[in-house]
């Protein structure tokens, strides 16, 4: 932990240092998971040790500490990366559609049970670096700290009900709206002191433990911290929180809902008639983009490309043709085929790094590489809370991983059950399974099969970064940039 | 059987007027294949009776020849094809079946008395080209090209006229002065009457037009042993720019084109263009100079031009530049589309 | 022999084995309507089928006239072809086949005296272009196989004037007419050269194919070339003692062999390419590259990361990880050298990754493997749906991309028109059917293959070794006879 802290307090030196000050003692409270978190100051042991406790005895039972802790010795700070950044950044409605195709709760907690034997193996070549700990799946986890307006968004999270970093953001700003009009000031401290530090970061680190924060997560949480720390000692609480609640709803209208009008109006004016734009995935902007320019009347068809594990852009296909847009629809392996018949690309971000390099869900880099080898203008919808002073180089060194069994979909998986009698190490299976033959095929059986097979893993991230040079321009609520100049309006939008 | 023929005569018959005759004649031929009918002539009139007599009277001829005009690269293509090719056929009489003392004057006789044939098969190659090449152009396509190459022209009209494939061109027109831009002119007036959509630019607008474009073809003066081509002035930057942006690069050739010489870079040619030419203010001829330049991009198959002049650098409006086979994706001839590999074996063959 | 390698579909064994009864008739009827019902798919069960299907073809096939036993395959092959036009590899045995005819049709004149050069004997129509060099030919055709698939039987479709006039269809007559004349290639050492061409006598058939270097002179006058060498067979008289028949058959079986052992040859240069802790990528359930792999595996470690194809080739993706076998097949009807362990076994570790993850992944790896469907004359290959994102990636990476592929999948066959040979499979594998009307309004789109252009391409390795993309033209041209090229 200590290292990724640093650079950031570099490089926005209020905030982040802030911040450092925090991250430790939230993570021991928040989280269940315990092991992957250095140990945190004294003040934290002060608070509540009794509810600790409990809590740990509660932790080991999902997550099995001990795994954790191995994996967390491999490496174990993947999860701040996104914590730092200060600036704010929105988006309006979260889009609650996207769900797991498949595995909706059965599996979950069958995996969750499963993850942490499997966790040392999957530490591997490629992202070991990124895995922490296990997701949260359930509320178990959930510190006695954490809001239940928290905890319910955290499986929320995890479960990708809310996903897209501006939801996320902003249904993370809604909920600290109820943590802080809950909050009281205990005897003896002043608000501004003890709200962020003892009362914000548990409900930070618990949503962190349920995923990585998104880096407009990690803005918005770094402004808001900014305005309780300059909240005068002397403000009575109860006035305090108004402000503060109120700074939340505005923060939320100029840095998302505004921002999207703009850049809609934006983006709108780049689209033509007879256009073909190409997305990829799902972009909650991407899609207002899109609506706006249909509603202002001109005629253009549009090609969702998706893959899995999330289909995404499935759902946004059929928003889009449910408006009455002719939409088609291909998945990844078949881009090379949509560019051709595309004018135009249009991608959401989830990141716009200070070196010009787009992060986003991953498969945007073929998507935009394909379409700039078709040279058609690649154009990135982003408000300016998504811009981070992070640079990036590839998409291995920073990431997040998403549990491999989320690649197999339940039908997949159905379709590999007849592979059963040809498995190499069926034989030894056999005690598993008594009677192999006739064993009701369960789904997940190929979950461990997978487990098993001893040098077989699974990969999966979600982002990937896409090179400056695929992108022709990137279009935010201060205008249209290229990407060269993400640092500049970064420094625009974190300084005023 | 080498005794009486004289080689003082020779001079008598001028080569290089007959070349430019049979070039005059017929403005549908190729330099290298008039070069090659010129050569027949030459030994028609001669009363050589050897092979090394006749190796050696091709040899002064193509020398004159060459030396006649300002940029032979073309024209070498047809001779050197020529003589390597007597050079075979006579080294190897046996190969013919006819006895022994037969062969040279069999050979002979066949030259002189099918000339006209090698022109009709040079005609050919370029209808064969040209049928062949339309599957090129897919419905619905545009299609880059410049310069006057006739073999062009002959693909796209013949395109055009098929019913079947609509398509449009995007024409880099020699300015009207060029000796080229008759044939340009003309092929885009032919694609108009066909109802094909031509879009006439200026050569420093390829790079503008160059999203709208599909594919790129172009002719050649000559296609050199690494598979790249000799081609008039401007489709060296054609090339370049298609390749930068993914475009198919296609170059239409006979094959009588093909020609010994490996350049290694504009400069590596075996002609002496005046192409860049620093001056100062002082020089009066400065302002001419870019007008020039100008001209120099948009002009020059070569092959088309019978250039009056003996001077001994090519004018920039004639020039020619280089073409590297990686920016190539084919080269379409009578007999086949060729990778650019391909050429340096056809050559290989030939010559070893 | 054919049946050992039946591993992808059931269609083939089933094929194969009721070929054994079935008159030749019938046989070709069920071929097609296998091909048609995509029953038999992908390269190698198609390949197997058409070799099985034509040796009875050729066995069952009367008399001695090798111009007739051609237009026989040939017949066989153009319903073949139309019938499934995409598979490209049916029409490269046909063709490979009808070489194997020729070939032992020039052996056998070779031997004999030349008669051939009495230009009268034949009709000088059936003087076409026989010595036309294969190197030209490769890369000429204008066959464009789909467009054959409107008219089966004849080739009068849309598309046959603009065919003809090439020169291709418009010589078809001629083969049918008269004793075709063949020419031995490159005959007797003297390499004839193409680009002399234009010293020949003018082709009285105006053949697109050719530079046709050695004519007989119609007019019975001195031929005019040394390059002249053909000798114009007239075959059913000439050789009167060949055995024809036998000859052939005895090439398709050795063309078996070779589709049976290529995943082999190909695997034993594994060595040469892998080395030490590489870590390598791949895609799709593709036998040839899972044996160069395991071969590789038996003296390297190296990682292995797997793009699983979604939604096409996942489920045999993961299934061949997983088992060692594509999920096709049945314990019983896998001979025993088609049993090979999962990768993992060997000791690799595997990493199977989403498509999607290409890029993200691809600047750790160090060479891109990719399976192939066809390779065509130009260097390019049809693959699997993103293939050519993967080379993309590689290429962007500078990682080598290396294409597995047997000779047998080299077609002579020109993309004109690449489109038409991408297919496009079911978009139910994209989005479920219960998703009916998400299929209703929005138009799902499932390529089942991508054009992957040479010059993204670094190496093919064949079962003949390996070899620049810029070389194939010539692999090509010594594969298949020119004038075979449009079936």
């Known amino acids: 932990m200590s290292e990724t802290p640093a650079p950031e307090s570099v490089a926005t030196p209020p905030v982040a240092s802030e911040q450092t000050q925090n991250n430790p003692p939230a993570t021991t409270n928040g989280d269940a998971t315990n092991a992957t978190k250095k140990i945190s100051p004294a003040e934290l042991k002060k608070q509540k040790q009794a509810e600790k406790q409990a809590r740990r005895a509660q932790a080991k039972g999902p997550g099995g500490a001990e795994d954790q802790q191995q994996a967390s010795t491999k490496d174990g700070q993947k999860q701040q990366k996104d914590s730092k950044q200060a600036p704010k950044d929105d988006k309006s409605r979260p889009m609650p559609a996207r769900r797991k195709p498949s595995q909706s709760n059965v599996p979950a907690t069958k995996e969750a049970k499963k993850e942490p034997s499997k966790e040392p193996k999957k530490v591997g070549l490629f992202f070991g670096h990124l895995y922490s700990q296990p997701k949260q799946q359930s509320m178990k986890g959930a510190s006695k700290d954490v809001h239940p307006a928290v905890s319910a968004l955290g499986l929320q999270y995890s479960s990708y009900a809310i996903c897209g970093s501006t939801a996320r953001m902003v249904a993370m700003l809604l909920a600290f709206k109820a943590v802080i009009a809950s909050y009281q000031t205990p005897p003896g401290t002043s608000l501004a002191r003890h709200l962020t530090n003892h009362h914000l970061s548990p409900q930070i680190e618990y949503l962190k433990s349920c995923r990585p924060l998104s880096i407009s997560m990690g803005n918005a949480i770094r402004w808001l911290k900014d305005i309780i720390i300059k909240i005068d000692p002397s403000t009575p609480e109860n006035e305090a929180k108004r402000d503060l609640l109120e700074e939340i709803d505005i923060f939320i209208r100029e840095r998302v809902t505004a921002a999207d009008k703009l850049i809609c109006e934006l983006a709108t004016k780049k689209i033509e008639p007879g256009d073909v734009v190409l997305t990829y995935a799902a972009s909650s902007i991407v899609e207002q983009a899109i609506l706006h320019a249909h509603k202002a009347g001109i005629n253009f068809s549009v090609i969702v490309v998706d893959s899995k594990p999330l289909f995404e852009g499935k759902t946004l296909a059929r928003k889009l043709a449910n408006q009455g847009i002719s939409v088609q629809y291909y998945l990844i392996t078949g ?118 097979s001893k040098n077989l893993n699974f990969l999966q991230v979600l982002y990937d970064v896409t090179p400056a040079h695929y992108i022709n321009m990137v279009i935010t609520e201060y205008g249209s940039l290229p990407p060269s100049s993400v640092p500049v309006v970064h420094r625009l939008s974190t300084n005023t | 059987m080498a005794t009486d023929s004289d080689k003082k005569p020779l001079p008598a018959f001028d080569i290089v007027s007959t070349y430019r005759r049979i070039l005059n004649d017929d403005p549908e031929l190729t330099m290298p294949v008039a070069a090659i009918e010129a050569l027949v002539e030459a030994i028609a009139q001669s009363s050589v009776s050897t092979v090394a007599e006749t190796l050696d009277l091709l040899e002064r001829h193509t020398a004159a020849l060459k030396a006649s005009i300002a940029n032979p690269i073309s024209l070498s293509a047809g001779t050197d094809l020529f003589q390597r090719y007597l050079i075979t056929t006579l080294n190897r009489p046996a190969s013919l079946n006819l006895g022994p003392d037969d062969d040279f004057r069999a050979i002979r006789n ?243 | ?206 053949s697109a194919t050719s530079t046709p270097t050695g004519q007989a002179s119609p007019t019975g006058k ?79 470690k190296f990682t292995v990361v797997h793009a699983e194809t979604y939604p096409h080739d996942h489920a045999a993706t993961h299934g061949i990880l997983l088992t060692g076998k594509k999920r096709e097949s049945r314990p019983g009807e896998d001979d025993e050298d088609d049993k090979w362990k999962p990768l993992t076994d060997a000791g690799i570790q595997v990493y199977v990754i989403p498509d999607s993850h290409v890029f993200a992944i691809m600047s750790r790896v160090n060479k891109v493997i990719l399976a192939t469907h066809t390779v065509l004359a130009n260097g390019g290959l049809v693959a699997a749906a993103g293939a050519h994102m993967i080379a993309k990636a590689a290429k962007e990476h500078q990682t080598p991309v290396v294409v597995l592929s047997g000779v047998y999948k080299l077609s002579p066959v020109y993309p004109f028109d690449i489109d038409e040979l991408i297919e496009h499979g079911d978009a139910g594998s994209v989005v479920p059917y219960e998703d009916g009307e998400f299929v209703d309004k929005v138009d799902v789109e499932a390529p089942l293959y991508d054009y992957v252009p040479a010059d993204l391409v670094d190496l093919y390795i064949t079962n003949l070794g390996g070899h620049a993309p810029s070389y194939l033209y010539r692999i090509v041209a010594d594969h298949y006879r020119s004038e075979d090229i449009t079936l």
């Open chain 3, 1 to 206: 022999m054919a049946q050992s390698t039946t591993i992808q579909a059931p269609g083939l064994s089933s094929y194969l084995k009721s070929l054994k009864t079935t008159p030749v008739d019938p046989s070709v009827e069920h071929l097609i309507s296998l091909l048609k019902r995509r029953q038999i798919r992908n390269s190698r069960p198609c390949a197997i089928a058409t070799t099985a299907l034509l040796l009875r073809v050729v066995g069952e096939f009367k008399g001695r006239d090798a111009a007739k036993l051609v237009e026989r395959i040939r017949q066989v092959g153009r319903r073949l072809t139309s019938a499934q036009p995409r598979e490209v590899v049916v029409g490269n045995i046909v063709r490979r086949v009808l070489g194997l005819v020729r070939e032992v049709v020039d052996d056998q004149a070779d031997g004999q005296t030349p008669t051939g050069s009495e230009p009268g004997h034949s009709t000088p129509h059936a003087h076409h272009d026989s010595l036309h060099r294969p190197a030209f030919a490769s890369s000429m055709s204008t066959f464009s196989p789909l467009r054959h698939a409107g008219a089966e039987p004849s080739h009068i479709g849309v598309s046959a004037d603009n065919m003809s006039d090439s020169g291709e269809l418009s010589r078809r007559p001629a083969l049918l007419t008269s004793h075709t004349s063949y020419a031995p290639a490159a005959v007797a050492g003297l390499v004839v050269n193409s680009l002399f061409g234009l010293f020949s006598q003018p082709a009285d058939t105006p």
């Open chain 1, 335 to 452: 881009a090379s085929h949509a560019v051709k018949d595309a004018t135009k690309v249009f991608l959401g971000a989830h990141a716009m790094m200070s070196n010009g390099r787009l992060y986003s869900r991953v498969g945007t880099a073929v998507v935009s590489m394909l379409a700039s080898a078709h040279s058609l203008p690649v154009i990135v919808l982003c408000q300016s809370v998504k811009f981070t002073e992070k640079v990036a180089l590839d998409s291995i060194v920073g990431n997040e991983v998403a549990p491999a069994e989320e690649i197999l979909s339940e039908a997949e998986r159905q379709e590999l059950l007849p592979l059963k009698s040809l498995l190499p190490s069926n034989s030894a299976k056999n005690d598993d399974k008594t009677a192999p033959e006739e064993a009701k095929p369960d789904t997940t059986d190929v979950l461990k099969w997978i487990d098993d």
């Open chain 2, 110 to 352: 066949h030259l002189l008395s099918n000339g006209k044939l090698f022109v009709e098969r040079a005609k050919q190659s370029r209808e064969k080209i040209a049928s062949f090449g339309k599957h090129f152009i897919r419905d619905g396509a545009v299609v880059l090209t410049n310069g006057g190459s006739r073999v062009v022209g002959a693909l796209l009209r013949r395109a055009a006229e098929s019913s079947t494939i609509r398509f449009k061109v995007i024409y880099v027109l020699p300015p009207s002065s060029s000796s080229d831009s008759n044939e340009g002119h003309q092929t885009v007036a032919d694609l108009r009457a066909h109802n094909v959509p031509v879009a006439a630019i200026n050569d420093s607008a390829v790079a503008y037009s160059l999203g709208k474009v599909d594919m790129v073809i172009v002719g050649a003066e000559g296609v050199v042993e690494n598979g790249g081509i000799i081609s008039r002035m401007g489709t060296y930057q054609m090339g370049l720019l298609a390749k930068s942006k993914g475009k198919p690069f296609y170059v239409v050739a006979e094959s009588h084109k093909f020609v010994r010489l490996y350049p290694l870079s504009q400069f590596d040619l075996p002609i002496e263009q005046k192409v860049l030419d620093f001056k100062v203010t002082d020089d009066a001829k400065a302002k001419t100079k870019s007008g020039e330049q100008k001209d120099a991009v948009d002009e020059g198959i070569a092959d088309m031009n019978t250039k009056p002049k003996k001077c001994l650098g090519l004018e920039a409006h004639d020039a020619v530049d280089f073409t590297p086979p990686d920016l190539i994706s084919g080269i379409i001839t009578e007999s086949g589309v060729l990778t650019p590999s391909a050429v340096s074996e056809e050559l290989i063959k030939i010559w070893f």
């Open chain 3, 222 to 300: 001195s031929t005019l070339t040394a390059l002249n060498l053909e000798r114009l067979a007239d075959l059913s008289k000439s050789q009167p003692n060949l055995d024809l028949k036998g000859e052939v058959m005895e090439g398709i079986r050795e063309l078996q062999d070779e589709l049976e052992t290529s995943d082999k040859q190909i695997a034993e240069v594994a060595l040469e390419h892998i080395h030490a802790n590489e870590i390598i990528l791949t895609h799709t359930a593709s036998t040839t590259v899972q044996k160069f792999l395991l071969f590789a595996a038996r003296k390297r």
